[in-house]
């Protein structure tokens, strides 16, 4: 796992140096252009239905839609007496927040201006903070989750559901035109390396007992 979080922040710092030099615009122009229907640049590709079931899809990485995860499997976990797993989920989150508007703010990339979007966007582009905040919050609930169940299936199913919402949620940034697809790119490995190494650290403080242990370690479970 330590191998992923260093791919993952050599994929980042790659993916940063290419943008910086603006030798990613290419490819980028050439992505959403892909998506739009010819000769109507203010048009997603595809049927309108596609396109209202994108925006319900970008909603799953907004600050609102998020924070509602976050504090539903919260209260399962106090419900479960596990306090102190709450408070590791917290700060993995918050502190993927504050990781992602760091770097947006360092950055200070522009949006994609060649595209009518229509969509009101306040921050800068780089990286895509849906996309990293959906890796950080998603991927981090899939680990905390999985840590209940002892069926390897199981945890499989968590874990592949939480990929498959932030690859929606990332894509559909780029559909809609708001971020440019190397945004997206930068978010995902951000994002997934913030969250594998939050794994990492939780497993590392549970077993200095500093964070409640996996369900089937514990004697009776944390709540018996």
């Not at 994929?11 to 998506?35: E, H, K, P, T």
């Not at 905040?133 to 390897?152: E, G, P, Q, W």
């Amino acid at each position: 796992m330590f191998l992923v979080v260093a791919v993952s922040l050599w994929l980042f710092a790659a993916i940063a140096g290419v943008v910086m030099d603006g030798d990613s615009l290419q490819f980028d122009r050439w992505l959403l252009n892909a998506l739009r229907e010819p000769g109507e640049i203010a048009n997603p590709v595809g049927p309108v239905w596609l396109e209202e079931a994108v925006r319900d899809l970008t909603a799953l990485g907004g600050t609102a839609v998020l924070t509602l995860f976050v504090l539903a499997v919260s209260g399962l976990l106090l419900l479960e007496r596990r306090p102190r797993t709450v408070g590791f989920l917290l700060f993995a989150v918050i502190g993927g927040l504050v990781l992602s508007m760091a770097l947006k703010y360092g950055f200070d990339r522009p949006r994609p201006d060649f595209l009518p979007h229509g969509q009101r966007v306040l921050t800068t582009s780089f990286p895509s903070a849906h996309s990293m905040n959906s890796a950080v919050v998603y991927l981090t609930l899939a680990a905390i989750m999985a840590c209940s169940v002892k069926r390897r299936a199981v945890r499989v199913y968590l874990v592949a559901t939480a990929v498959l919402l932030t690859v929606l949620v990332g894509f559909s940034r780029v559909y809609l035109g708001v971020h440019w697809p190397t945004d997206v790119l930068a978010g995902w490995s951000a994002g997934a390396g913030w969250a594998v190494f939050c794994w990492l650290l939780m497993q590392a403080m549970q077993a200095r007992q500093l964070v409640e242990p996996e369900q089937d370690e514990a004697t009776g479970g944390p709540g018996s």
